[in-house]
């Protein structure tokens, strides 16, 4: 076979193989909006659902308040309001709809990952981290939830996707739209804000031009400055103070205080703000130092990684055979986050992956906290296994 007949052999094989997956993406989850008897709405999907309705009825943003707030940042309840606004909700909200768009949106997230995996490497590291996205059982049973999981991913894939091209070739236009994306994450969940310099840090060590550097770092900030502004100009007008992400961290990281949970049900009165929590904190290590260490690592890191966040009635036995596929993505995608810090094309993934787990040890400890960390460590398994297993030149 000549190399040119190899060639579109092997590009049909690549986008025959995408599109099958991409087919098995949507057909499962489109099975889980379609099939599974959801449960009325409660906590944080509740919280959105009042949250979003007052918004278009009285005009202002307030999360669990019958006044405006900056408890959490906009953009999740901003994507309902949009459709709701379009399907009306005079009869009810149209969660349908809402599960069907996250249905499409983590799709896309699935085809954003191969396009981050050939990036970092080849097709076929593409292709295993979209198939693994595709069938991962969270990542399609979150699309039924009133959640931002599924939002927020397929956003922060976007981010990632062009953050890695800008990194390569970097340009105005790739900058600043990197920058929109990450803004557009952040404003959904506000956790990854520090991240944002990451690649930028890694960029002045290998090109050693604090100028080059700079140049490109200020126009990422520029986008990112775009998407956030509106939310702080409306802080200040609104709320009479700057507030750059949400106001609520004082209270999951209070949460996330209480080693193995004991004494959260007796929380001190006096504690109200985000330096409050850390006094009690520091308190906490001066008298248990050992004690403590241990739950803000091994022990927030086994429960917030040693089980899969798939809280579904047992009576739906969709993928839960795939149960195990999270125990394997989570050993072979930490080994692929340090083994990145030697490989420059991944290092920044798994800086990123390393990060936001520290990020989340700070808090309140919950399975669902991984899931914004498992596109990460799917990349990162993709790699490893083509290392280890495959030619490496399709």
Do not use: H
């Given at each position: 076979m000549d190399s040119k007949a190899k060639y579109v052999s092997k590009k049909f094989f690549v986008i025959a193989s995408l599109v099958i997956i991409i087919i098995v993406a949507l057909y499962l989850r489109l099975l889980f909006v379609y099939k599974v008897v959801q449960p009325p709405l409660s906590g944080d999907a509740k919280n959105y659902d009042i949250m979003v309705k007052q918004f278009l009825t009285k005009g202002f943003l307030g999360y669990m308040s019958n006044t405006p707030n900056a408890y959490i940042t906009p953009g999740y309840p901003l994507f309902l309001a949009l459709i709701y606004k379009i399907f009306g909700f005079s009869n009810g909200s149209p969660l349908q709809a809402v599960r069907i768009i996250q249905s499409i949106f983590s799709v896309l997230t699935v085809l954003f990952i191969y396009l981050i995996g050939r990036e970092i490497k080849n097709?076929?590291?593409?292709?295993i981290a979209a198939f693994f996205s595709a069938i991962y059982p969270t990542f399609v049973w979150a699309s039924t939830l009133i959640l931002t999981e599924t939002v927020y991913t397929f956003t922060f894939m976007v981010y990632l996707y062009l953050q890695i091209i800008a990194y390569k070739k970097p340009g105005i236009f790739i900058n600043v739209m990197t920058g929109v994306f990450f803004g557009l994450s952040i404003l959904i969940r506000p956790a990854a804000a520090p991240i944002i310099v990451i690649p930028y840090i890694l960029m002045y060590f290998k090109f050693k031009d604090i100028r080059y550097t700079l140049k490109n770092f200020l126009y990422v900030l520029l986008g990112f400055t775009a998407i956030m502004m509106p939310w702080w100009i409306r802080n200040i007008v609104t709320l009479h103070k700057l507030i750059l992400l949400a106001s609520q961290t004082w209270n999951p990281m209070l949460g996330g205080a209480f080693p193995y949970f004991n004494g959260i049900d007796h929380v001190?009165?006096?504690?109200?703000?985000?330096?409050?929590?850390?006094?009690?904190?520091?308190?906490?290590?001066?008298?248990?130092p050992i004690y403590y260490f241990k739950w803000y690592t091994i022990g927030k890191f086994n429960i917030i990684f040693g089980s899969m966040w798939y809280d579904l009635d047992l009576k739906y036995q969709y993928l839960r055979n795939l149960y195990l596929l999270h125990s394997f993505l989570m050993a072979i995608g930490w080994l692929g986050a340090f083994y990145s810090l030697r490989k420059d094309e991944i290092r920044f993934i798994g800086i990123y992956a390393i990060i936001l787990t520290l990020i989340q040890l700070m808090f309140i400890p919950t399975n669902r906290y991984a899931f914004t960390i498992m596109p990460l460590l799917i990349l990162l398994s993709s790699y490893v296994i083509d290392n280890l297993l495959f030619d490496k030149n399709l």
């Open positions: 097709n076929k590291v593409g292709l001190p009165q006096n504690i109200r703000s985000t330096m409050d929590v850390i006094k009690f904190i520091i308190k906490g290590f001066e008298k248990s």
